[in-house]
């Protein structure tokens, strides 16, 4: 199994040294061990966990929501305890979607207002 120091991790992943320390004080990754030169030692088991906080995050999960989805994952690989998980996250995307296209169209709608208002303020029409 590989064994990886801070930095090489971090080199790894494409991340700084500081989000490897964010995400063990906020429990996503355990503390890693401590080799007999002072350095902090990461496993490969610690570098696929990361790499999956770094996937959910670029999908939008939240903190808390990849550190409930890492802890149910643990504790089994069973797709069917996560469908529950799943079935919020579809219904905040849907209410995301709902409210980007509100925007949209709040949006739209003043653009074309300004637009109208300039044209009578040219005298066209």
Known sequence: MSKYTQK?????LGVGIEALRY????????SPQRASNGYWIY???D?????????AKKYGFSLAETKQLLE???R?????????FFY??????DHQINELINLKNILLRTLQSNSA???????TR
């Open 8 to 12: 090489a991790l971090a080199k790894r």
């Open 23 to 30: 995400y063990e004080n906020r429990g996503l990754i355990p």
């Open 43 to 45: 496993t490969e088991k």
């Open 47 to 55: 570098a696929e966990r990361i790499g999956h906080v770094l996937t």
């Open 72 to 74: 149910i994952g643990e």
């Open 76 to 84: 089994t690989r069973s797709h069917e305890n996560l469908r529950p």
């Open 88 to 93: 919020k996250k579809l219904a905040d995307i």
């Open 117 to 123: 208002r300039q044209k009578r303020a040219r005298g």
